[in-house]
């Protein structure tokens, strides 16, 4: 079965430091993998999401994720992080064959102004 | 706006009790699923609806079951209320022929407390 684990469950950073959480997958196959986020009192939305080719995946707001698929990991990274950063982040992994979505636990993100 | 919209967004039910919860998916969707969010966790996957069959499940007893109607909106009902209920439940849609384009869209959820 699938699984996913989220090293950090909860980061604070000062605004202009840089961003990167930990995210690795357990399964032995091919796999689409996510980053969903979470901003306070809105709905779950994806940040960014990698299906195949370039393994470094550009999202929305600056964010970036490498797949080392070597390391099983997708880490999330933001060279510079900004106040409106803060949030709760999510890494999902689905399996090609397979319909589910499966999520980590979560990071929450603070950033201090 | 989310686009999927969920109601009602909050509820408290008693042990035992039975409870529906309801969806509309994202316009131009016909894919629904529904995901449990236990305080402190992730989103953990319920089932998932198409064509109005449930096309595949989590890890979750026969308590918990859903339906799809043919505009494509959906309800979970979940029967034999335990307190370890008490979840936020989250709606999501997507495009099944959009495939591997056609990411989560999610509501943002139904707050059930279970007393």
Do not use: M
Not at chain 1, 8 to 29: D, F, Q
Not at chain 2, 24 to 51: C, M, N, R
Request: aromatic share 12%; proline share 4%; net charge neutral.
């Amino acid at each position: 079965a699938q699984s996913v684990s989220q090293h950090n469950h909860h980061v604070i950073l000062s605004e202009a430091a840089s961003l990167e959480l930990g995210c690795n997958y357990s399964y032995g196959g091919t796999v689409n993998l996510f980053w969903y986020v979470q901003y306070p009192g809105q709905h779950l939305q994806l940040l960014l999401k990698y299906f195949s080719g370039d393994p470094l995946v550009k999202g929305i707001k600056g964010f970036e994720a490498e797949f080392i698929k070597s390391k099983f990991s997708f880490n999330l990274r933001k060279p510079s992080v900004q106040w409106s950063d803060t949030a709760e982040y999510f890494c999902a992994v689905n399996a090609r064959r397979d319909d589910k979505i499966i999520f980590g636990k979560g990071t929450r993100l603070h950033i201090l102004p | 706006d989310a686009g999927v919209t969920q109601s009602p967004t909050h509820l408290i039910k008693t042990r035992g009790q039975q409870v529906t919860l309801r969806c509309s998916p994202k316009s131009g969707h016909d894919t629904v699923s529904w995901y449990q969010q236990a305080l402190g966790q992730g989103p953990q996957f319920i089932f998932q609806y198409y064509e109005e069959e449930e096309r595949q499940r989590g890890n979750f007893p026969d308590r918990f079951s859903g339906h799809q109607f043919p505009n494509y909106s959906s309800e979970l009902n979940v029967n034999a209320l335990l307190l370890g209920d008490s979840a936020l439940y989250l709606c999501a849609s997507s495009f099944e022929t959009g495939g591997l384009e056609s990411p989560l869209h999610f509501g943002n959820g139904t707050r059930l407390t279970v007393t």
